[in-house]
């Protein structure tokens, strides 16, 4: 029996946004506080569109911990299988400087934090079961035991039929070096059946510099992907079945405040789409159409957009 639509793996986290917009970080005074972390953010845009999500992590034992684990909750994501860190460690924390609106950066606090220390035993069966789609976030392979903990539930989506989504969403932060980084993300990549990532993540998974779409999607196709996606930032996505098409999804054109939060809500919004059965070049454009939503505001969880607004702006777009 499937309960949820999609299970996201990883980390839940603190966002703290500059509110000066158009400053560097050195003398922004004001942030605001939002929950981040790429795999929370899309299972809250996912949730906002209506999908039933849940959500295995690890959260700090304190204020921030239950701010996170409220907020997913009201949303209405199942945070049951959040577990609970009882070493005192802490909750990542990725303050953001919005020079412009095209010159972002993330300053990224990621010693020792919780979600790193998800334990395989954390992991449930019976859980993951109950779902229809897994998504991985590659951060949580960074290090031990949270790579083993998501290991373990790529093995487990996989005995029990539930479709594997591996979102690239490379952070440099908390990796040791590029090798490593390709190891597990060719791993893990070579045993999903969607994968999601930008062309620069593409190139660490296959640890080239240059690649390009071709390759990437020749080398993945030997292996259990179906579809690929690959963004190319402004300049929109393409996605590739096994079959052998190829699909472009344009940008949409937004009121740009700052770049961050792009990739989360593409993400969402796609996987929205596609769990709903609509076709992979309808899914390309709800993905595009979200993110030019949540490019245009201050948050990248709390801007997460309705049904409504992403199939408003496609329309008022169509031509
Ligand atoms: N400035 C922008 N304006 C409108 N849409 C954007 C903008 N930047 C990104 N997008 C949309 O978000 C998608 C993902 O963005 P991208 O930057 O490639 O990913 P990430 O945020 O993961 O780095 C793009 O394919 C595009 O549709
Ligand atoms: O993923 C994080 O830990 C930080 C995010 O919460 C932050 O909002 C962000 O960087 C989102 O960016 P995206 O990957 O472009 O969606």
């Not at 969607?194 to 296959?206: A, C, K, P, Q």
């Not at 996987?271 to 899914?283: P, V």
Request: glycine letters at 8%; aromatic letters at 10%; a negative charge.
């Amino acid at each position: 029996m499937t309960t949820y639509d999609l299970i996201a793996v990883g980390r839940a986290c603190i966002d703290l946004n500059a509110v000066e917009y158009n400053r560097p970080m050195e003398e922004t005074e004001t942030f605001s506080k939002y929950v981040g972390g790429s795999p929370a953010n899309i299972a809250i845009g996912a949730s906002k569109l209506g999908l039933s999500c849940g959500f295995i992590g690890k959260i700090p034992d304190d204020q921030h911990g239950r701010f996170i684990s409220k907020y997913m909750s009201e949303i209405g994501i199942d945070t049951s299988q959040m577990a609970i860190d009882k070493d005192g460690h802490k909750a990542g924390l990725a303050f953001t400087e919005i020079l412009s609106p095209s010159e972002c950066s993330i300053l990224m606090y990621r010693d020792d934090v919780a979600d790193l220390y998800l334990e395989p035993s954390e992991v449930s069966e019976d859980y993951i079961k109950q779902a229809k789609m897994l998504v991985v976030s590659g951060t949580g392979l960074a290090q031990s035991p949270s790579r083993e903990a998501v290991l373990k539930s790529v093995a487990l989506a996989r005995k029990n039929d539930v479709k594997v989504v591996f979102e690239l969403d490379y952070r440099p932060y908390t990796w040791k070096n590029a090798e490593e980084v390709s190891v597990y993300y060719s791993i893990v990549a070579e045993q999903s059946d969607v994968v999601i990532g930008t062309r620069d993540e593409f190139n660490m998974l296959e640890n080239v510099t240059e690649g390009n779409n071709d390759n990437t999607v020749a080398y993945l196709f030997q292996h259990e992907p179906e579809l690929i996606v690959i963004k190319h930032g402004v300049e929109g996505s393409y996605a590739y079945t096994k079959e052998g098409e190829t699909f472009r999804g344009k940008a949409y054109k937004s009121n740009v405040l700052k770049t961050f939060g792009a990739g989360d809500s593409y993400a969402a919004a796609f996987l929205y789409a596609l769990s709903k059965g609509k076709t992979i070049q309808e899914a390309l454009q709800y993905g595009s159409a979200s993110a030019a939503i949540v490019v245009s505001k201050h948050s990248s969880s709390e801007a997460m957009p309705t049904v409504e607004q992403i199939e408003e702006l496609m329309e008022e777009q169509s031509n």
